[in-house]
């Protein structure tokens, strides 16, 4: 359904889309992840970011399969074996538009609306999250790069044109989560900082007075028990304002890398705290295409809307394709108990 | 020469100071690094806060040594054996006042200055680095706990009282080095994420308007060649202005954990760019004190001062003790053919 952008690729996925409502249209913006059509049966190239004078332009860096200096275990990484941390990612991501009018069925572009252009996006720009604020369209997204994996933010107004605002939380960051509107006097997000030594990937919440720069961090949330969020867990759609507090739709990822969806719930006045946390995922791999894909048994937003009473979440299932489920916000309530 | 905060502690080390000019003395503001005496051959006991009703209060977590189900191999972790990220830190470091009238002989406190005090510094107050902005005495340190490694803001004007200004980068993030004053608007800093999956502590530069929000963020030194940085690299002593340029007394670290010391200088009126990068260290680990201590073979600056044409290098030697070294500056202008 999706053209690669050059012809020697190859699209892997259109997942983990960050959503938005734009004049009479659902904007999605949706991670593009392309691969290089393999020409030989032990030959794989890698696309990459390398840079020629001042300006960074894709090329492919080349692998024999047998090489026994390269891990090739994981499908999603290429290591180094006397250096783990010098890595490659097998694909490359991008972002690129589709419009709907319904929520349900999209047009998608055939060419990229963000595509990876300098040193902290060297392996792609993925996840992207979408959150108006004083009505201009801001986008978090994951810039990936041999520097680790930080998040930048761009601004646009019409979804045409796009500015770059830079990183705006150093490796390894990701899973940024912007409240649309400020709260005494500050703006607002979730991050989850991925700590190298001890401590988890968790949720932490920080403040900022012009969305570029960021401080007042707090942990929020932390992993829990020993089942569908004992391993790590991370933001997933942009902050979404209701009467009974800001609704988060996070992911939390259990032993067995298996990615769920759960739902917390901050304090509309101080989003550092939590009035509920539901005990049980609001959704689990459990259909075809969330249990096979380029990454299997995940579920993963970036994007959420609520049209009337309904909460409707777009997300990711199994790193392949985007899906949409709903729930009544009533529903999600009783289950909260509040 | 130092006494233990308390009586069932003795100290370990007293390393990684920051120094700063305060009227006619030279303050240092020193890690004092503590552990429980041992009661039995088979127990361990570990100093760590635990929140008791608001308030964080310092206790004891004990362990037997032939327990299973952690690893005591690492003589500054003991981690779980399930779950490696579930650590717990051996010592516990606080930082304590000493002061000079030659930057040579320093009278140390028998009391901490600044002592662990809230979540997120549960193991431990480390590597203290005084900057003075503005005739306030800014005091960046590393704050440790088991939701990682991070780095808080405190400010002090007298060297009597303090105020913690919260964490400014979140984790993994320590080896911060300010700037003494704005440049182009912004104050700066000198950061050093450590990424979880790929890529290697490294040195980036952020920017703030107001000390507590950071962004900005750009990579400015990386990791170099096979030997002495080969590893990683981060921040030293804070930066120190010459006519030069801004110099930064910085770290690398070897594949077999050796800290040596490097000079780095980057252009007065733009942070991110870097003139000129010793190829070599400026001190390596040889006297005895540095080769064999807590951690051995460590030379690592948290402080430095120019006093007239010389540069007074404040370090920590193998985790045990604090040494100085100097160099005239143009020796090193030198060295670095600038």
């Given at each position: 359904?999706v053209?690669?952008?050059?012809p020697?690729?190859?699209?892997?996925?259109?997942?983990?889309?960050?959503v938005?409502?734009?004049?009479n249209?659902i904007?999605?913006?949706?991670?593009?992840a392309?691969s290089?059509?393999?020409?030989?049966?032990?030959?794989?190239?890698v696309?990459?970011?390398?840079?020629d004078?001042?300006t960074?332009r894709?090329?492919?860096?080349?692998?024999?399969r047998?090489?026994?200096?390269?891990?090739f275990?994981?499908?999603?990484?290429i290591k180094?074996v006397?250096?783990?941390?010098?890595a490659?990612?097998t694909?490359?991501?991008?972002l690129?538009?589709?419009?709907?009018?319904?929520?349900v069925?999209f047009?998608?572009?055939?060419?990229?609306?963000?595509?990876?252009?300098?040193?902290?996006?060297?392996?792609g720009?993925?996840?992207?999250?979408?959150t108006?604020?004083e009505?201009r369209?801001?986008?978090?997204?994951t810039?990936?790069s041999?520097?680790?994996?930080?998040?930048?933010l761009?601004v646009t107004?019409?979804?045409?044109?796009?500015?770059r605002?830079?990183v705006?939380?150093?490796?390894?960051?990701?899973?940024v989560?912007?409240?649309?509107?400020?709260?005494?006097?500050?703006?607002w997000?979730?991050?989850?900082?991925?700590?190298l030594?001890f401590g988890?990937?968790?949720?932490?919440?920080?403040?900022?007075?012009?969305l570029?720069?960021?401080?007042g961090?707090?942990?929020?949330a932390?992993?829990?028990?020993?089942?569908?969020?004992?391993?790590?867990?991370?933001?997933?759609a942009p902050?979404?304002?209701?009467?009974?507090?800001?609704l988060?739709?996070?992911?939390?990822?259990?032993?067995?890398?298996?990615?769920?969806?759960?739902?917390?719930?901050l304090d509309?006045?101080d989003?550092?705290?939590?009035i509920?946390?539901l005990?049980?995922p609001i959704?689990?791999p459990?259909?075809?295409?969330?249990i096979?894909g380029?990454f299997?048994?995940?579920v993963f937003?970036?994007?959420?809307?609520i049209?009337?009473?309904?909460?409707?979440v777009?997300?990711?299932?199994?790193?392949?394709?985007?899906a949409?489920?709903?729930?009544?916000?009533?529903d999600?309530?009783?289950?909260m108990?509040?």
């Open positions: 359904m053209k690669p952008s050059r020697d690729f190859k699209v892997d996925g259109t997942f983990n889309a960050g938005a409502r734009h004049r249209e904007v999605m913006l949706v991670r593009i392309e290089v059509i393999s020409v030989s049966g032990q030959g794989v190239a696309p990459t970011l390398s840079q004078g001042g960074w894709l090329g492919l860096t080349a692998f024999r047998n090489d026994p200096a390269f891990d275990s994981d499908p999603r990484v180094s006397a250096d783990p941390r010098n490659f990612l694909s490359m991501s991008h690129r538009i589709a419009r709907s009018t319904n929520g069925t047009r998608v572009d055939d060419y990229p609306f963000l595509f990876p252009a300098n040193r902290y996006e060297q392996f720009c993925e996840d992207p999250r979408i108006q604020i009505n369209y801001y986008i978090n997204y810039s990936v041999n520097l680790g994996i930080s998040t930048s761009a107004d019409d979804f045409i044109s796009i500015e605002l830079g705006i939380f150093s490796p390894d960051n990701r899973d989560c912007l409240f649309p509107r400020r709260i005494d006097g500050h703006y997000a979730l991050h989850r900082p991925a700590p030594h988890a990937p968790e949720i932490w919440v920080a403040k900022s007075p012009d570029i720069h960021w401080g961090h707090r942990i929020v932390e992993r829990r028990g020993n089942g569908w969020e004992a391993n790590k867990i991370g933001g997933g902050m979404l304002e209701t009467k009974k507090g800001w988060q739709v996070y992911h939390g990822v259990d032993g067995r890398q298996r990615y769920c969806l759960g739902a917390l719930l509309l006045h989003p550092t705290i939590v509920r946390r005990d049980t959704a689990e459990t259909e075809p295409y969330e096979t380029f299997n048994n995940v937003a970036c994007g959420a809307l049209t009337g009473d309904e909460l409707q777009y997300y990711g299932a199994a790193d392949r394709v985007v949409l489920g709903t729930v009544a916000l009533e999600l309530w009783r289950a108990r509040i």
